[in-house]
C-alpha cells in the first residue's frame, strides 16, 4: 500500500509538469504563427490575397453617405449586326472601370506588394444599367481583377447587348440614323452606383454588311443624373439596294416606255409588257421581305413600287386597247369588225335599197347582181364603184391604225411626262425631313422623382 503512495505521488507531480510545458509549447507556437502573419517576408501575394478573399467582401463598398462611384476609364464600342426588317442594333461594349473598395487596401508597412490578383467572383463588381436593351449578357473580360494598396480595383467587363432602335427609313436606301445606348449606374432613395463616364469612347470595326457604324460618342444629360448614353450613328451604304431594287425598277420602267415605239399588231408587245409586270411584283417580293413595312413611315422604296406597277398595269391596258383598236376598228368590245357583220346580213333584202348601206356592194351581192339581167357597162361601173368603196375601206381602216399609231405616240408622251414630275417630286420629298423618330423615350420617369430626394434629413 505505502509502496503504491510512494510511486503515486511523483507520477501526479510529472503529470502536472508536462501539462504546463504543453501549454507552453502551445503558447509559443501561436505566438510565432501570429508573429509570422504579421511580417510581410512571411506571407508572399497568395497569402495576402487569401487573407482579401477570406474577408468574404461580396456586398459594395458603401460610404458614409451610400454612394458608390466607379470610373468608367475607357469604353471599347462595336455594332455587331443591324436587322433592318427587326429594327434592332446587336453590339459588343468593352468597359474598362476602376472603382475603390478601401476594405481591400493594405498598409505598406504590413504588406509590401503593390498590388495583387484576386478572381473576379471572390469581390463585389459593379453591374451596369442598360435601360433600354432587349437582352444584355455581361460577361467579365478577364477571370482575376487588380486590387491596388489603395484598395482601388480595376476590371473590365464586355456587354453583349441587342436594343430596339427605330431609324427612319423613309429615304431608304439612303439612310442615316442614330440609336442610343444607355450605360447607367442606378439610383434608389438613400443608395446609389454613380458611374463616371469618360469621354473616351473608341469604335472599332465599321462596316457590318448593309449596314456601317460612322461614329460613337457619350452623351451624358446634364439635366438629369445618371442619363448617359452612347450614341452610335449609323448609315446603310446604298450599293446593294440601289443595284438589286432601284436600278433594275428604273430600268423595267425604261424598257416599258420604249416598247410604245414597237409595232403593237400581232399582240407580242402586250406578251412583253406582261412579262414586265410580272417581274416587277417579284421585286416587291423581294422589298417586303427586307423592310419593315409598317408604322407610321413606311419607306419612300414602297410606295414607289407601287407606283412603278399601277404605271405598268396602266401601260399594258393602253396597249391592249390599242392593239384591239388597230385590229377591229373598234374598241368597244361587244361591236365586231363592220366587214364581218355585213357577211352574216348577206341575202337578207336589203339590196334593193339603191345606194344604201354597204351591204348592197358586198362581193356576194354584186355576184348575185352581175350574174342578173343587167347590162355589162352597169355591172362595170358596180365592179368600179365597189373597189372605190374597197378601197375607202382600207383607207379608212388605214387611218385607224394611223390613229392608233398616234394615240400610242400621245401615250408615250404621257407617261414620258408623268415620269419627269414624278422623278422632280421624288428628289423633292426625299430631301425633306418628313419622318422623325425620338429613340429617347426609354428613360424612367420615375426616377426623376428621386432625384429631389432630401439626403440630409435622413
Ligand atoms: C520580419 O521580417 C524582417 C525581414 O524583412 C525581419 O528582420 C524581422 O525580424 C521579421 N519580424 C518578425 C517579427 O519576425
Ligand atoms: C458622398 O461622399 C462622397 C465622398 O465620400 C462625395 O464625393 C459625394 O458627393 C457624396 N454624395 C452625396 C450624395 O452626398
Ligand atoms: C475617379 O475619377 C476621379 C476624377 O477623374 C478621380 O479623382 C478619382 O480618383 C477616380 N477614382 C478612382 C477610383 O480611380
Ligand atoms: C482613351 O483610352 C485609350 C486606352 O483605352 C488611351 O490609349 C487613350 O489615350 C485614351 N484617350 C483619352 C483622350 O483619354
Known amino acids: 500500500m505505502w509502496k503504491i503512495r510512494i510511486f503515486f505521488m511523483p507520477a501526479y507531480q510529472g503529470a502536472e509538469m508536462v501539462s504546463a510545458i504543453s501549454t507552453l509549447i502551445l503558447l509559443m507556437a501561436s505566438l510565432t504563427v501570429v508573429m509570422a502573419s504579421g511580417n510581410g517576408t512571411d506571407c508572399d501575394r497568395r497569402c495576402l490575397a487569401n487573407i482579401l478573399v477570406d474577408k468574404e467582401l461580396l456586398s459594395a463598398p458603401q460610404g458614409d453617405n451610400c454612394t458608390i462611384t466607379v470610373n468608367i476609364t475607357a469604353i471599347q464600342y462595336q455594332t455587331l449586326s443591324f436587322d433592318t426588317k427587326a429594327m434592332q442594333m446587336n453590339s459588343r461594349i468593352k468597359i474598362n472601370m476602376q472603382w475603390k473598395d478601401p476594405d481591400l487596401g493594405w498598409l505598406l508597412d504590413k504588406y509590401k506588394y503593390p498590388a495583387v490578383v484576386l478572381p473576379v467572383d471572390t469581390i463585389w463588381t459593379p453591374t451596369i444599367v442598360l435601360d433600354n436593351a432587349l437582352d444584355t449578357t455581361m460577361e467579365p473580360y478577364t477571370n482575376d481583377v487588380q486590387v491596388r494598396r489603395d484598395g482601388v480595383v480595376e476590371h473590365s467587363i464586355i456587354l453583349f447587348t441587342s436594343v430596339s432602335c427605330q431609324i427612319n427609313l423613309f429615304n431608304y436606301p439612303y439612310v442615316f440614323g442614330e440609336c442610343p445606348v444607355a450605360i447607367n449606374g442606378w439610383r434608389q432613395k438613400f443608395c446609389s452606383l454613380k458611374l463616371n463616364i469618360a469621354d473616351n469612347v473608341s469604335l472599332i470595326g465599321g462596316s457590318q454588311g448593309e449596314w456601317q457604324t460612322m461614329n460613337v460618342s457619350k452623351i451624358a444629360d446634364k439635366s438629369q443624373a445618371n442619363r448617359n448614353y452612347l450614341l452610335v450613328t449609323l448609315s446603310i451604304n446604298p450599293f446593294g439596294a440601289f443595284v438589286t431594287l432601284i436600278l433594275p425598277s428604273a430600268l423595267i420602267m425604261l424598257a416599258d416606255l420604249m416598247s410604245f415605239a414597237l409595232p403593237f399588231q400581232g399582240g407580242e408587245l402586250n406578251t412583253f409588257k406582261v412579262t414586265l409586270v410580272l417581274s416587277f411584283t417579284m421585286f416587291l417580293l423581294i422589298l417586303n421581305d427586307h423592310l419593315p413595312n409598317g408604322g407610321n413611315c413606311s419607306p419612300l422604296l414602297y410606295y414607289h413600287f407601287s407606283f412603278c406597277l399601277v404605271c405598268l398595269v396602266l401601260s399594258v391596258l393602253i396597249s391592249l386597247v390599242l392593239t384591239r383598236l388597230a385590229e377591229d376598228s373598234s374598241i368597244i368590245p361587244c361591236i365586231r369588225k363592220k366587214t364581218s357583220k355585213a357577211t352574216k346580213t348577206h341575202g337578207s333584202g336589203k339590196d334593193t335599197e339603191p345606194g344604201g348601206g354597204q ?96 439626403y440630409s434629413s435622413e
Open 359 to 454: 351591204e348592197k356592194d358586198n362581193p356576194d351581192v354584186i355576184e348575185t347582181k352581175s350574174g342578173g339581167l343587167i347590162s355589162e357597162q352597169a355591172s362595170l361601173q358596180k365592179i368600179v364603184k365597189f373597189l372605190e368603196k374597197l378601197d375607202k375601206e382600207e383607207s379608212g381602216k388605214d387611218s385607224i391604225v394611223a390613229i392608233a399609231y398616234r394615240l400610242e405616240k400621245c401615250a408615250f408622251f404621257f407617261f414620258l411626262t408623268i415620269y419627269i414630275l414624278y422623278a422632280i417630286i421624288l428628289i423633292c420629298i426625299t430631301r425633306t425631313d418628313i419622318c422623325k423618330v425620338n429613340n429617347l423615350d426609354f428613360w424612367d420617369q420615375s426616377t426623376s422623382e428621386v432625384d429631389s430626394y432630401d
